[in-house]
């Protein structure tokens, strides 16, 4: 590859994350996330901590960086999920909607090239979303109760320093999960010209498994499903680190993303375009 | 050389069989030579966008092959398609984007231009269709016709060799369609290939060299204009209450393919004089009650070939 050729595909990307960060409702849609840590900051401060508390929401009062542990937490099963369904799911079936698809093709942008730019750009997406979270929460959390050292599930405490990467490993697990559900999103995109659909399909999808995943009877098939590791990241918390225990999480998310990225291609690749 | 390399576009046996069932073009064998402005005809549901999406690449034939610029589709995308401009079925671009904008990110993802001048060539296009006031406003808020004319921009973002326009008017105002009309004879002039979809006779009366016909899915006729002119001779109709009688004339003057109706009798004029038969009919006896001599508008051409009427207006 040439280097003009590479910045030719670079300059892709660029328009399409500028694409997704540059929309209206994209920005409502990181308030909402971004409001959750300081929802539980204030609420911690207001009414503090109770003796019902996780470990995680225990910790607030001592130290700042729970509250972005703490909003994670909250929003892992739906707020986080909703984000990254609404930008996967958009990715084909928006453009197909809006008829902008047929022109991008005939540019030309080979489809298999277009699919890349799409997962790259859900992918990033995925990571400013969880950042987002995570910072909007230390940042917070930081300024109301301070942080001094990091209590762990083990019992023993961390610096500040090593506290803060800590959480940018939970972070990073959690991009991956997140990308995991957007492959299945860009997947179902390939499926439809209503990027509303897709929304609430790869939605459906999330809350599934983890309505079977809360169903003991059938543990036989808990560990194929996507948000089966997801609460996993707790285990970074732990003295010493150790990042064994993510490996099946992390195995599991990029079967997801393998197994549903050749689907979408096939789709993809072999589909009459008619919108 | 093969007869390919002096088309533009050419397709064989051309089919596409949609899963339905329905067969929305059957079997056709288009031969658009370089540098022709070709009206692509035929009412509304012809199979002109279907033929259209399959020659982009955009619909995969169910059989038949096609080739643009010389190069075999959709095996040759990559190098030939840049070299194409293209209206598909109506404009569409981003709502929320400026005009300017969503010219710019077509731009981004065209791998074979030079980002750096991606600017001035967008800013060129804009004022190429007379949006260079409106470029910074929000495609949503853009009329029928502006939209029309940002689609039209986007296939002049760079130079091309063709220009596969499906319907490049609609919407546009009389004034916007002259502009339009110039803008293809100006492309052509420069050397480019246009492929012109329409259901405008007026259209490919006013810009084309040839002209492709579909009706149900067949390519029905495909002419230079000036040949499917001549198709239809004029024809000398004589009003009179003898008709066999002018029949017997008109025969006797050389001319063809005469008949004779209650009423009324005709033939082709051919290189008869009119007035010369005028005279001989009076000479035989004829009572001539009305002598016209009727040529096929090219409205009646296509009737005749596709059974429909088409729109004249505009």
Known sequence: MSRAEGAGRGRLLRSELRLIFGRRRNWVGALVLASVPVLIAIAVKVAGSSSGDSFIFGQITDNGLFVALAALTVELPFFLPIAVAAISADAIAGEANLGTLRYLLVTPVDRTRLLVVKMTAIAVFAAVATLLVAAVGATIGLAIFGGGDVLTVSGTTLGFAEGLLRLVLVCAYLTLNLVALGAVGLFVSTLTEQPIAATIATLVLTLASQILDALSQLSVIHPYLLTHYWMDFGELLRDPLSLAPLGPGALCAVAYVAVFGAAAWARFTSADVSA | ?314
């Open chain 2, 1 to 314: 050389m093969g007869p390919t390399s002096t088309l533009a576009v050419s397709s064989s046996g051309l089919t596409k069989r949609f899963a339905s069932g329905q067969v929305a073009v059957a079997g056709i064998d288009l031969a658009v030579p370089t540098g022709a402005v070709y009206g692509f005809l035929g009412p509304n549901g012809s199979g002109k966008t279907t033929t259209i999406r399959m020659l982009l690449g955009l619909l995969h034939p169910t059989a038949g092959e096609h080739t643009l610029l010389g190069e075999p589709m959709p095996r040759g995308s990559a190098t030939v398609l840049p070299r194409v401009g293209a209206l598909v079925e109506g404009p569409a671009f981003h709502p929320y984007l400026s005009g300017r904008d969503n010219l710019l990110r077509l731009d981004a993802a065209d791998l074979t231009v030079d980002g750096r001048t991606a600017r001035a060539r967008v800013g060129e296009a804009m004022d190429r269709v007379g949006l260079g006031h409106a470029a910074a406003k929000r495609y949503r808020h853009y009329s029928l016709g502006m939209r029309q004319r940002l689609g039209l921009a986007a296939a002049l973002l760079r130079p091309r060799e063709l220009f596969v326009l499906d319907e490049p008017t609609n919407g546009l105002d009389p004034q916007g369609t002259r502009e339009v009309r110039s803008l293809l004879l100006e492309v052509a002039a420069a050397g480019a290939t246009v492929v012109l979809s329409t259901h405008l006779l007026s259209e490919v009366d006013q810009v084309c060299s040839h002209v492709g016909v579909m009706h149900r899915g067949k390519l029905v006729a495909q002419e230079t204009l000036a040949a499917l002119r001549t198709r239809h001779a004029p024809r000398v109709v004589v009003t009179t209450t003898d008709p066999a009688g002018a029949l017997a004339v008109l025969t006797a003057a050389g001319l063809a393919d005469g008949r004779a109706a209650a009423g009324r009798a005709g033939a082709l004029l051919g290189d008869a004089a009119p007035e010369e038969l005028v005279a001989a009919l009076v000479g035989a006896g004829v009572p001539v009650s009305g002598f016209a001599v009727e040529a096929a508008t090219l409205e009646e051409t296509f009737v005749e070939l596709t059974g429909e009427g088409f729109d004249v207006a505009g």
